[in-house]
């Protein structure tokens, strides 16, 4: 290949260097400045399309001019996940040992779905995942020496779709396929929609999905008679209840479904009972907040996002199962061009066997570093911080009488809302959209929204790696700012 009109080569060790160099130093120089920035991205739809030619470059540019371009037209278009004052849906965290992890992976590029694609990529997965199991305390069915294991799939969707998948033909085998329009699933209404998307892939018939009611006497976790009841209900018009999923720390306002009992009624039906604890399950690394996932020991199968509270860069869901069976005989495929000696002899696990694609990245090594380069009692800390940093919200918010805590606070996660002046309780919901979108449009912090009982919600969900005290009681005194005003013309 002739390289003379390349100004960079594709690949040369030292242009890497050299330019992997700067754009390091455009990272750094990116988190020095972050608060800067408005946090909610400004811009309109389309923007970006005046801005950029219409046809890729037929001569190479400079990695010059391409980093003027990410700070004039790219960076205007980012919403800031990472900045400190970022308090929207739930924290995606970064971090030095994560970006180092994340790095490596992508200098390293390899593809592991076979062990033999790159050994290493395989066996650190099982021993990191192993490893973050004994942080959790989950049972030991779900190591790796026995007949389950964990694994990294992107999110926790992938998670549900798999072990969805997973527990339907478990169940199909025994009644035929003839069965699938019978199976049910199970779940509380306030469940994430990714269980929704999961069923429409897995064929699950629409009606069949049950998203059992909840309301504020409970919190809004799944109440095992309402589930009890359902079941009953399905088998006596001849439907064959599958799979439960439950949750520990709901999306909408970190609801906890009790394990424990919810545990049991699976476990009496037959039933493939998964727990999705997405957010919440980096906080039961802490002994003070394990009672929280009691119960885990009866499921099938468990899922926490790493790269949600824990310090390590998007994607990296974790996903153990007791039975690593029961994902191979759904989702294994065994074609000629990737036999080989290890995976025939079945002395190996082959991870592709184990999720939907084939190819998968060494993310493993980001958790790894994140949990070498920080240890447990620092990862400890971390998440006490911003739960103490929550809790100190919550309290702002009690102590004006203009607000309410509306659900009480668990982890890190503070729903609140701004009270509809007297006599204008249908008022309400407008009061609360419109300071949501005056607090948003300030660029100066960013918060989400949910809906509890037809009432809209204000979430405030603390996370962030860099969010500190300073930042929490700035936020709660432009919330203060922005209402006032609101109350007077309402
Ligand atoms: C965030 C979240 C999800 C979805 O996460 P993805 O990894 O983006 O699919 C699912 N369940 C819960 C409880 C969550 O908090």
């Not at 470059?57 to 400190?84: C, F, Y």
């Amino acid at each position: 290949m002739d390289t003379t009109g390349w100004n960079l080569k594709p690949m040369d060790a030292e242009q890497l260097r050299e330019n992997a160099h700067k754009m390091v130093d455009f990272i750094a120089d990116y988190y020095k400045t972050i608060e800067s920035f408005p946090v909610l991205s400004q811009v309109e739809p389309g923007y970006l399309r005046n801005l950029l030619p219409d046809s890729a470059p037929n001569r190479p540019e400079s990695l010059q001019t391409v980093l003027n371009d990410i700070q004039a037209k790219i960076l205007p278009g980012v919403t800031h996940w990472q900045s400190p004052n970022f308090f929207a849906y739930y924290p995606s965290n970064s971090s030095v040992a994560g970006f180092l992890g994340e790095m490596l992976s992508a200098g390293l590029s390899i593809v592991g779905f076979s062990w033999i694609t790159s050994p290493a990529a395989t066996e650190l997965e099982m021993i990191v995942l192993d490893w973050l199991a004994k942080l959790l305390k989950l049972p030991d069915e779900f190591l790796s020496s026995g007949q389950g294991g964990g694994v990294i799939q992107g999110t926790a969707s992938e998670a549900v779709l798999v072990v969805l998948l997973a527990a339907r033909d478990n169940v199909l085998r025994k009644v035929g396929n003839n069965g699938l329009e019978k199976l049910v699933v199970y779940a509380s209404n306030q469940t994430h929609s990714a269980l929704q998307k999961a069923c429409q892939i897995g064929g699950i018939h629409p009606e069949n999905c049950r998203l059992l009611k909840t309301d504020s006497s409970t919190n809004y976790s799944l109440s095992p008679d309402a589930l009890n009841d359902a079941i009953s209900h399905d088998l006596a018009v001849g439907l064959i209840p599958f799979f439960l999923c439950a949750t520990v720390g709901t999306t909408s306002s970190t609801a906890v479904d009790p394990l424990l009992v919810l545990g049991e009624i699976a476990k009496n039906n037959g039933i493939w009972f998964h727990v999705d604890a997405a957010y919440a399950g980096s906080a039961c690394i802490c002994p003070e907040y394990r009672h929280y996932i009691n119960g885990v020991e009866g499921a099938d199968s468990f899922n926490m996002n790493a790269h949600k509270w824990f310090l390590t860069n998007f994607d990296c869901s974790l996903l153990w199962v007791k039975d690593k069976n029961a994902l191979i005989q759904s989702l294994s495929t065994n074609p000629e061009f990737l036999k080989n000696k290890a995976s025939q002899a079945n002395m190996v696990v082959d991870y592709k066997d184990w999720q939907i694609p084939l190819g998968r990245r060494f993310r493993s090594l980001k958790l790894w570093m994140v949990l070498r380069l920080y240890g447990l009692e620092n990862l400890q800390c971390y998440i006490r911080n911003h739960i103490k940093l929550a809790k100190l919200f919550e309290e702002l918010v009690a102590e004006d009488p203009r607000f309410e805590v509306v659900t009480p606070r668990i982890f890190s996660l503070v729903c609140f809302r701004l009270l509809p002046p007297n006599n204008k309780g249908e008022k309400g919901n407008e009061l609360n959209r419109d300071l949501l979108d005056i607090v948003n449009s300030t660029g100066k912090i960013f918060m989400s929204h949910t809906v509890l009982s037809g009432k809209y919600i204000l979430r405030f969900a603390v996370g962030a790696p860099l969010t500190e005290e300073r930042h929490v009681n700035e936020a709660w005194e432009l919330i203060q700012d922005k209402a006032s005003p609101l109350l007077k013309i309402s």
